[in-house]
Structure formats: C-alpha cells, structure tokens
C-alpha cells in the first residue's frame, strides 16, 4: 500500500510566493503523528507532501491520499480531492475543519475522519486494506492517550526546510470557553495529557536543546504542568510554549517554568480593550496587568510572543494605534495581529450569522488575515486597513528597537524572528491572492453600540 499525506495551503501561505519563510516555519506535528500511527503490519510506504515548503504534484503516486483540513485550506483541499479522485484515488479527509463541518467534508472524499485520529486512521487503514471502507470514522468518546503511542516519524520531512523540528505535543484542547475558539467546538473542553515519561522519552529521541511545545494550552491543568516542568530541568533544554494570562497567579508555576528551561511563551492577549474581553469570552484576561506579567516574565528571562485580535464589538478605530503603542512601551518580543474570524462552527459564528453580518463563506479568506464579518464599531474597511496598518507600524525598525529595548532581548533569535515578522508585515498586501478587493466593498456603515456598563473587578487597560 502507498500513503501520501498531504497538508493543503490557502492561497496566503503556498509555497510559490508563500509569505512565512524559513525563518518563522516550524515542522507540523500533524502529518509525522499520522504517519506514526499507520499500522505495522500493513507494510506500507508513505510520503509526506506541506504544500508551505513545496508545489504539490499534479499526480501523487499512492493508492490512498490522507489530507489535514483547517477552514482556510478547505477549497484547495476539496479542489485536491476532485484532481486526484478523477484519477482514482481514494482520498480522506480529516482535521478541524472536517471536524466542523463533516456533511460538507463529506462531499468531496471517499471517507472522513473527525475528532482526534489516534484510534480511527488505523482503523480507517485497516478497513481499507481489506476492501471495507467506510464513509465515516470519529473519535471515540471515552478517548484518551495511552503509554504505548507511537512518537511523530519527523524524519519523513526534510529538516533543512523547517527553523525547527524539535516540535512536541505534551497536551489538547483547552479548557476554557472563548467565542471565537475552534477547540471547544471541535474536540470539546476536557483537557487530554499525554503520560509525562512518554513526552520526556520523545524529547530525548530528537536530542536537540532548543525545543517547541505546540500545546493550546500548558498550564491547564496545574497538577501536570508541574510534574512537566519539574521533569524537564534534568533534560537542560530550552523551551518555547503557549500559555494563557492566568500563569500570573501562580508564581510558584511561573519560577518552576523558568528553571524548566522556558524561554518564550505565547500569550493570547487578544485586546488592551476590557469591554472587548467580554465580547471574546475571555473576562479571565481582565484579572492581570498585562504589562505587569510581561515584565515578570523577562525578570525570569522567558520572551513574549503577544497575540491580539481586532475587530471584536466592542473596538473602534483607535484601538489600533493604541495596540501597537501598549506592544512597544510594554516590550512585547513578537507582537502577531490577527482579523477576528468566525470559523465555521463556533458560538462566534453562530452569533454573527444569526445577526446577518456573515458576509462571505469562501472559506479561501477564513485565515485570520481577512475581514469576512461586518464589524460593529467600524466598517470593513477601516478593520482591514486599520489590521494591515498595525502589523507595519510595530514591526518598524524602530518599533522593533524599542520593544527589544524595553524587553531587553538581544538574542539572535529574538532579532530574526522579528526581522522575519517584518518581512510579514510589509508584503502581507502582495499575498492578498484571494478575490476580496476590500477597497470595492460598500462602505458598510459603522453600528452605534451602547455605552457599555464599567466591568466588575480589575480592569487592566494595559498602556
């Protein structure tokens, strides 16, 4: 038998022109993980093709072609599936956006796979193999890891086109609930860990020092983050996660993740506006500073990746500027901006398409970088401009100066990774490939909200 596992790209990140480079692209888990688990004893050879890194082939050699879907790669992948059906290929389809919404998934493939795929896509290969192929395949509901999973076959790709391959997965989902968040929605809000010792052994067998932990979440789960943490001072590496704002009320966590090595962490901030927070779902972020956590942090050495989003009800045209100056005096390492996008599915767009400001389901601009809602405090213009605006400014030579000086991080890694975000920044307008002229869209009017009522408890209007 002969598998190609595919990763689509939408038209922002293919690789012929693809915006990301080297710099800021780390290896996928996800094909690797897939790979891992083709059983044994069906002999099978198997080729790994990320359309970020390389043109895919018109014709694939192999009898099944599996593809991971997220909404914004969802057209190329069906427009995929159809070339190579036509050719008699049998092809699956599975990931979050197959999760999402399977009746359309299902259209376009042979067979499906929702939910996590640990038990299914053997089965799934299985079933295959001996001519019983089924339309459908879903996660179990008493699912969990067991000790015995095989590690990620990361020697399928060819490292020289990845920053990193030393990408690893000790958690999934998250526990919380926010509007606009695929988790919940897809593979719900129980926490799943993988047992320690696996995750330590699996770090152990790639060797490197300079490690990236993909998780959505790693301190869900206190109890665990530091039997993690502890675990991984023996190990002396140097490690890059995500992590929500409430670290802040753990300090003893906090000084545990620094001596475990932690380096950098990913922080959804989403907004410096606290009416906004409510409009996400996220009223946690309300009780911490977050210039005050940001310092903390780079008191324990560990860099800052901050992550907002515009366009929630409650912003208004000014919260852009007002973004890109509390990332610059509070010394944000890596600022990343994103377009708030309903993803199909979630209680956000459930809301927005009950309100009728859904304006478009070319799922080709669902990447977080176009506008497909009305906005409520300001038109589609001023959210699409305002967005590209903020990404130029923060990401000036002397914007990045400033943050670097204030977080005082002269690291080489530190100064690429901007470089490479800057280079993002100011070519984001070239790799609008999509056909979402925003500048021929109606001038849709801005919608008055109420004055909203002051908010319980802190409010941390950061700069």
Request: glycine letters at 6%.
């Amino acid at each position: 038998m002969k598998i190609a596992l595919v990763s689509p790209k939408g038209p922002l990140y293919r690789s012929r022109g693809g915006i990301f480079k080297k710099s800021l692209r780390y290896q996928p888990l996800t094909l690797t993980t897939l790979a891992a688990l083709v059983p044994a004893d069906l002999q099978a050879s198997i080729a790994l093709h990320d359309e970020g890194i390389a043109p895919l082939p018109d014709t694939l050699d192999a009898d099944l072609i599996g593809m991971t879907v997220i909404t914004g790669t969802a057209k190329r992948a069906y427009e995929l599936a159809a070339r190579w059906r036509a050719q008699g290929k049998t092809v699956v389809l599975g990931g979050p956006h197959v999760t999402l919404l399977p009746d359309e998934a299902a259209q376009h493939a042979d067979a499906i796979c929702t939910g996590y795929a640990e038990d299914s896509w053997p089965q799934l290969l299985r079933d295959y193999a001996q001519g019983r192929l089924q339309a459908r395949y879903a996660q179990a509901p008493d699912f969990s890891f067991q000790r015995d999973m095989p590690f990620a076959r990361r020697e399928l790709f060819d490292a020289r086109h990845f920053l990193t391959q030393a990408v690893f997965e000790a958690t999934r989902s998250c526990s919380h609930n926010c509007e606009f968040c695929v988790a919940p929605t897809a593979w719900g809000r129980k926490h799943l860990q993988k047992p320690v010792g696996w995750v330590i052994e699996d770090i152990r067998r790639v060797g490197q020092k300079k490690i990236l932990f993909v998780d959505l979440n790693l301190i869900a789960n206190r109890e665990y983050a530091r039997e993690l943490f502890t675990a991984l001072i023996s190990l002396k590496v140097q490690w890059f996660g995500l992590s929500t704002v409430l670290l802040a009320h753990d300090t003893e966590l906090l000084e545990l993740a620094a001596r475990s090595g932690c380096k950098g962490l990913l922080l959804g901030l989403e907004t410096i506006n606290p009416a906004s927070m409510g409009d996400a779902r996220k009223q946690f972020n309300r009780s911490v500073d977050f210039k005050e956590l940001i310092g903390t942090l780079h008191r324990h050495g560990i860099s800052v990746q901050g992550c907002f989003v515009f366009g929630l009800d409650h912003d208004t045209p000014d919260v852009f500027d007002a973004t890109v100056e509390f990332a610059i005096s509070a010394g944000v390492d890596l600022p990343r901006f994103a377009v708030l996008t309903p993803f199909p599915g979630t209680p956000l767009f459930t809301r927005l398409e009950r309100e009728g400001r859904i304006l478009t389901r070319d799922w080709d601009l669902y990447d977080a970088q176009h506008v497909v809602f009305q906005p409520q405090g300001m038109t589609v213009q001023q959210l699409a401009h305002g967005h590209e605006r903020a990404w130029k400014q923060v990401y000036r030579w002397g914007a990045i100066a400033r943050r670097l000086w204030h977080a005082r991080n002269f690291q080489p890694l530190a100064l690429s990774a901007n470089i490479g975000y800057r280079f993002y920044a100011h070519n984001l307008h070239k790799f609008y490939t999509c056909d979402w002229p925003v500048q021929t869209l109606p001038q849709l009017p801005t919608i008055s909200l109420p004055t909203p009522r002051p908010p319980k408890g802190p409010t941390t209007v950061c700069g």
